[in-house]
């Protein structure tokens, strides 16, 4: 349990749904990330949130559409989406900072996501 | 090229070996990362260092920051150990550089 939660851990859409994800964190972190794992390559930064303002997006295409409400909360809305989309999500939370003062990653367990 | 270079990419080890895995950056960094991400895929920080060693039980890593490389060791290997083993760096915008990982697998 690392203290931050994403919802759901799995999803089958189909390339006209329209889902969220969603990930939460109670550890007082206010950078939050959406990262996107594929099979056999590093880890993708999709977006950054400091203090609940996007500070990266990180040529994401607009089929991908992120939420941040409060420090704690980070949603990823999807719509449209292709089967190459198809890969894991994930959330992770960190104090803001720089180098060692903001400390550790802290990552949900991911949302499996399938494009059928 | 990737700033954070990893290897072996795959490793399989008897229960029991001593483990290396290896990684190289060519970024200027403040602190490097360990992280294990076991089959189904939360991800889970090891280790945050900046120069030295740490040891957290069989887990020990260490870093050269004038090499720019860093080790991670794990002794008395088991097969619970079994997990990819990912290396980060930070930037100096909050983001990180990641390593494509290691995959280990430690067989009874």
């Known amino acids: ?116 | 090229k990737n700033e954070v270079e990893q290897s072996p990419q795959n490793l399989t080890a008897q229960e029991g070996e001593f483990i290396t895995i290896n990684c190289s950056y060519s970024v200027g960094i403040s602190a490097l990362h360990w992280l294990q991400q076991h089959p189904g895929g939360g991800i889970v920080s090891l280790f945050m260092l900046s120069s030295g060693k740490k040891k957290h039980g069989r887990l020990i890593a260490t870093i050269n920051i004038q090499e720019k490389h860093s080790s991670l060791h794990i002794t008395a290997s088991h097969p619970r150990d079994s997990a990819v083993y990912i290396c980060a760096v930070p930037t100096a915008g909050n983001q990180f550089y990641f390593g494509t990982g290691t995959s280990l697998t430690v067989i009874p």
């Open chain 1, 1 to 116: 349990e690392t203290g931050v939660t994403q919802t759901p851990r799995h999803l089958v859409m189909g390339m006209t749904n329209k889902k969220s994800l969603k990930c939460e964190q109670h550890l007082g972190h206010n950078a939050m990330y959406w990262y996107k794992q594929s099979a056999k390559k590093p880890l993708e930064l999709m977006f950054v949130y400091n203090f609940k303002e996007q500070t990266e997006n990180n040529s994401v295409p607009s089929r991908f559409s992120p939420e941040c409400p409060n420090s704690s909360h980070l949603f990823l809305h999807l719509h449209t989406l292709q089967p190459e989309d198809s890969a894991l999500y994930l959330c992770a939370s960190r104090r803001r900072g720089s180098g060692f003062e903001a400390g550790e990653l802290f990552f949900g367990e991911g949302s499996r996501l399938t494009v059928l």
